[in-house]
């Protein structure tokens, strides 16, 4: 079954403790990408990469890290969270670029206290 | 600046009737312009999109209008079941600059009434 998978799917940590949200998509994508959403807001994009090994910036990557050394994976990093990162997160893939449909993962809720 | 906008935060139609969802964008750049589903506790699902070079494009009950002169989209839905009710996001990506970057609007919440 094609999906986006993502661990782990809740999280209640404090503030400055490393975390990792890891993504792992089994479709063979070129592109995944990385997405925050707050109450009554839409998805932000903080992280995109196109290939292995090529990641670039979205609209909100301040506090966070990623990193593409294979396809499939695609790791979120929040080094020292705080509490305005509290949020739910979403990664996808997509085949190539944006102009392709994304798969989204089921989301992974952060909390940081 | 929000770039992609969805002005209606919530919408209520009874079932059978047709279901209009806006969005508004203001980067001429975008060329291309998706429409995602989304049920609690899941993630978006991909519903329709269409290219800059077309005004339409319909995928059953589903069809997408563009009108680039106003910089406008919406999505046509009928006739409405009660299984749509979801939240619906529209987004925005531009193939000749910065590929990999997508804009979403903030989502419309679809409420179908049997």
């Known amino acids: 079954e094609a999906q986006v998978t993502q661990n782990p799917r809740y999280l209640i940590t404090v503030t400055g403790k490393k975390l990792t949200v890891t993504c792992s998509q089994n479709m063979n994508h070129e592109y995944m990408s990385w997405y925050r959403q707050d109450p009554g807001l839409g998805l932000r994009q903080i992280y995109y990469s196109m290939n292995v090994e090529v990641t670039d910036k979205g609209d909100v990557p301040e506090g966070y890290k990623v990193s593409r050394k294979e396809k499939r994976n695609f790791p979120l990093i929040l080094e020292s969270p705080s509490p305005n990162q509290t949020s739910l997160y979403f990664c996808?893939?997509?085949?190539?670029?944006?102009?392709?449909?994304?798969?989204f993962g089921d989301g992974t809720r952060l909390s940081i206290l | 600046d929000q770039q992609v906008k969805q002005n209606s935060p919530s919408l209520s139609v009874q079932e059978g009737r047709i279901s209009i969802l806006n969005c508004d964008y203001t980067n001429s750049m975008f060329d291309y312009f998706l429409w995602y589903k989304k049920y609690p506790a899941e993630g978006p699902t991909f519903l329709i999109s269409?290219?800059?070079?077309?005004d339409k494009n319909e995928d059953g009950r589903f069809t997408v209008f563009l009108n680039k002169s106003a910089k406008h989209l919406s999505l046509h839905i009928v006739p409405s079941q009660p299984g749509d009710s979801a939240v619906y996001f529209c987004a925005a990506s531009g193939r000749s600059t910065n590929a990999g970057k997508s804009t979403f609007g903030d989502g419309t919440t679809l409420t179908v009434k049997p």
């Open positions: 996808a893939s997509s085949l190539r670029e944006t102009n392709q449909p994304q798969h």
């Open positions: 269409i290219s800059s070079i077309k």
